[in-house]
């Protein structure tokens, strides 16, 4: 058990552009969830997914996100026309279904300038 | 609007000491609860739980307390150790899914 893994750790990009992350969750894990936090502040929830579906997605989330877990195992979010304000730690998590703990990746930091 | 909330930033305590960090919610829904310690460069780390039908949990050198009544939980760490040096979030929610954190303390235990 590798534990959780994001790719990359760290992004940097120009206002306008478009960025993907990776989640690689525990193998036997069913559901991942995706969050981002800001400076100073606790990870906010943005959508999980229970095998391919997403099954829920927060008003966090724009237009300009979506999240994929086409066969169930790893996820990918891709932001589009990257903005200033969507500077900051995703994090990827997952768990078995039923289960109240989450187990969470070292996060993707994107700084958009 | 905050929904948990660790209002304090941060904690210094002395090797050997107890420390407690605390925490409040507003909805009276949440029914389950969890802490997490995250060191730099890192992501979250599980540390403890708690469901709302009990109001104590313990695991080692950690406790948590929980009082409805007041919406509010608390951790203890005893005894406190450099290595528990980080900063601590709780969670709360409704379900299995979907939880809110608080803004984090970051403890401080001086050797």
């Known amino acids: 058990d590798t534990g959780v893994s994001q790719d990359p750790r760290h992004k940097i990009t120009k206002r306008g552009q478009n960025v993907t992350f990776r989640c690689d969750p525990i193998?036997?894990?069913?559901?991942l969830y995706w969050y981002r936090q800001t400076l100073g502040q606790g990870p906010e929830f943005l959508t999980y997914?229970?095998?391919?579906?997403?099954?829920?997605k927060s008003r966090l989330l724009s237009d300009r996100f979506s999240a994929e877990r086409p066969k169930g195992s790893f996820s990918t979010l891709e932001i589009q026309r990257t903005e200033q304000g969507d500077s900051a730690m995703y994090l990827c998590a997952s768990s078995l279904a039923g289960d109240h703990e989450q187990y969470f990746g070292p996060g993707t930091r994107l700084t958009v300038t | 609007d905050q929904q948990v909330k660790q209002n304090s930033p941060s904690l210094s305590v002395q090797e050997g000491r107890i420390s407690i960090l605390n925490c409040d919610y507003t909805n009276s829904m949440f029914d389950y609860f969890l802490w997490y310690k995250k060191y730099p460069a890192e992501g979250p780390t599980f540390l403890i739980s708690i469901s709302s039908i009990k109001d104590k949990n313990e695991d080692g050198r950690f406790t948590v307390f929980l009082n409805k009544s007041a919406k509010h939980l608390s951790l203890h760490i005893v005894p406190s150790q450099p290595g528990d040096s980080a900063v601590y979030f709780c969670a709360a929610g409704a379900g299995v899914v979907k939880f809110y954190f608080g803004s984090g303390t970051k403890l401080n235990v001086k050797p």
């Open positions: 997914f229970q095998n391919e579906a997403q099954l829920e």
């Open positions: 193998s036997e894990h069913n559901r």
